[in-house]
């Protein structure tokens, strides 16, 4: 069984920045893409950004040019460092990751439990 795990969430002003960590643990598994997504209140969850293996990124244009998403492929650790942040980025920030397990013999999609980002204005 993998798990995710996300931290970093928290209260920042707008302007500020925050980095949301996501870390994957299992045994015998291999990760092929991994994602952040977020749901605001009120409002669907959608991909923010997303990172293969390789290291290719895209970006909902929302955020383009202030969210940078990163990954330690030997940590199994994703990263999204969060720039000039703003109140409509308020939202809990979900990991999501393709990962194959040996267990299934097949990739699966895993999510973490959300970590809340408040920017307040």
């Known amino acids: 069984q993998v798990q995710l795990v996300e931290s970093g969430g928290g209260l920042v002003q707008a302007g500020g920045s925050l980095r949301l960590s996501c870390v994957a643990s299992?045994?015998?598994?291999?990760?092929?893409?991994m994602d952040w997504y977020r749901q605001g209140p009120g409002k669907q969850r959608e991909l923010v950004a997303t990172i293969t293996r390789r290291g290719s990124t895209n970006y909902a244009d929302s955020v383009k040019g202030r969210f940078t998403i990163s990954s330690d492929n030997a940590k199994n650790t994703a990263y999204l460092q969060m720039n000039s942040l703003k109140p409509e980025d308020t939202a809990v920030y979900y990991c999501n990751a393709d990962i194959w397990t040996l267990t299934r013999g097949r990739s699966t999609d895993y999510w973490g439990q959300g970590t809340q980002v408040t920017v307040s204005s």
């Open positions: 299992g045994r015998s598994f291999s990760i092929n893409a």
